[in-house]
């Protein structure tokens, strides 16, 4: 299973940048796809998540500026974010947790990184 992110880059503040991230290999099913971020110096929080059914949950600091949602027929998870501001400055993360067969556990899975950096 890899999960490959994309779409970070630079961009100034109020800008906006989308992120994907694609979920390939031999999974049976996917539970709940998100993003996480860390700054230098700061421990790894959540951004947003999703589930299957589409329950979504965002961490506080981007409520109203952040969009999480999901293609669940391409296993791919997109994060518009709008309004960026410096302190959204961190290497992103995807997210997974998922099934490979039936019978099995669902387990976490990460993605490489991306990162955004937000200039004032």
């Known amino acids: 299973v890899q999960l490959q992110a994309s779409g970070g880059g630079l961009v100034q503040a109020g800008g906006s940048l989308r992120l994907s991230c694609a979920a390939s290999g031999s999974i049976f099913n996917i539970n709940v796809m998100g993003w996480y971020r860390q700054a230098p110096g700061k421990q790894r929080e959540l951004v947003a998540s999703?589930?299957?059914?589409?329950?979504?949950d965002y961490g506080g600091s981007v409520k109203g500026r952040f969009t999480i949602s999901r293609d669940n027929a391409k296993n791919t998870v997109y994060l518009q974010m709008n309004a960026l501001k410096p302190e959204d400055t961190a290497v992103y993360y995807c997210n997974a947790l998922l099934q490979i067969r039936f019978f099995d556990s669902a387990s976490n899975y990460w993605g490489q990184g991306t990162l955004v950096t937000v200039s004032s």
């Open positions: 999703v589930t299957r059914g589409n329950k979504i």
